[in-house]
């Protein structure tokens, strides 16, 4: 079972330095290693959005049609396959983490407001507010229906575990919106559950390739989660407008207070007060009080912190590997993990 919130905390850091892809082309393998599953996996995630109420396989399609990296499918075949487990079930946990996840992004966007998803309008734009809610519910419900149906009470309860834990990381991260007194404690217990948490359950494959495997891959994900998500915050300060249709400095502007922002306003009390002076009159915070904010972050280095602490996480995901087996799925984990804090969205 996934181990509670309380349970969790970062092993020791090694002393030897992190193992590097040994080429560029190496994410490209990782997904030539399992090019056939993933194929499997979008028609059974296609079949899993289907229904009789035929707005539902519309909007389905609709998200589907967008694209996207599949990257938490890609994780838990890499990690079936490293764990080499060969059950027909590896390519129906896929499935699930991918519905699972766009059950998330259906609801973020209309808990956020957003307008774009993957570069078009985003599903709530297209579909309206109560559709988009409602299809994202059905997600969640034919995941757990699903994953009961494998006969498997670990691979239930921890499902529903991961699910729970979603939920609470996403209603505190609401609940702290527009509040300047995040710590780094709790900005990491909030994208342990709404991020991390589900990229361990399907790291770990549902926890269906048994022990020893599955409490390492477990770990590893849920370190991976953890860099994949501050990751995400430090670009979010960097970046220029990209063809997700996310706006460089969008979470600020929704009164989220990011890692960057928090160590940010703990080496500059001025920053910190300017930011609860702003969030106290939003969100939505407005355009120029956002790119002031935006550009004393980036200016007082917070953001190589931030990433000097994804990379961390990152080395501590490697390490979890190594009860694996020696192979290219393996390495393939590797590269990926890697990537993850390399990548420009």
């Known amino acids: 079972m996934p181990p509670s919130v309380t349970e969790l905390s970062a092993p020791p850091l090694s002393s030897s330095p992190p193992l590097q892809p040994s080429s560029s082309n190496l994410l490209r393998e990782c997904l030539d290693l399992v090019s056939g599953d993933l194929r499997a996996t979008e028609v059974e995630l296609r079949g899993l959005l289907d229904s009789a109420v035929t707005v539902i396989p519309e909007i389905g399609a609709y998200l589907t049609a967008a694209g996207g990296k599949r990257f938490r499918p890609l994780l838990s075949l890499l990690c079936a396959k490293a764990a080499g487990y060969t059950d027909p079930a590896r390519i129906t946990i896929a499935a699930v983490g991918e519905l699972l996840h766009s059950a998330t992004l259906l609801h973020d966007d209309v808990v956020d407001d957003g307008e774009f998803r993957r570069g078009r309008p985003a599903a709530r734009m297209a579909f309206g507010n109560g559709l988009a809610?409602?299809?994202?519910?059905?997600?969640?419900?034919r995941a757990l229906q699903t994953v009961a149906a494998t006969g498997s009470l670990p691979a239930v309860q921890s499902l529903a575990d991961t699910v729970?834990?979603?939920?609470?990381?996403?209603?505190?991260?609401?609940?702290?919106?527009?509040l300047g007194s995040l710590d780094v404690e709790r900005y990491l217990g909030i994208i342990e559950r709404k991020t991390a948490t589900l990229i361990a359950w399907c790291s770990s494959v549902a926890f269906l390739v048994g022990e020893p495997y599955a409490t390492r891959l477990?770990?590893?994900?849920?370190?991976?989660?953890?860099?994949?998500q501050i990751t995400d915050d430090v670009?979010?300060?960097r970046a220029v407008q990209s063809d997700t249709g996310k706006r460089p400095g969008q979470d600020i502007r929704e009164g989220k207070m990011t890692?960057?922002?928090?160590?940010?306003?703990?080496?500059n009390p001025a920053l910190h007060a300017t930011v609860l002076e702003v969030l106290a009159a939003g969100p939505p915070v407005s355009e120029t009080a956002a790119r002031s904010i935006l550009a004393a972050v980036v200016a007082s280095g917070a953001a190589d912190e931030a990433m000097?602490?994804?990379?961390?996480?990152?080395?501590?995901?490697?390490?979890c590997l190594a009860v694996l087996p020696d192979s290219p799925a393996r390495d393939a984990l590797q590269a990926v993990a890697h990537y993850t804090v390399r990548r420009h969205r």
């Open 259 to 267: 890692l960057p922002v928090i160590l940010a306003c703990a080496a």
């Open 218 to 228: 477990h770990r590893f994900g849920l370190e991976l989660g953890y860099a994949f």
């Open 133 to 141: 809610v409602l299809t994202g519910d059905y997600c969640l419900a």
């Open 308 to 319: 000097a602490m994804a990379s961390a996480r990152i080395q501590h995901a490697v390490e």
């Open 164 to 178: 729970t834990l979603m939920a609470q990381g996403e209603i505190e991260q609401l609940d702290g919106a527009g």
């Open 235 to 237: 670009l979010d300060v």
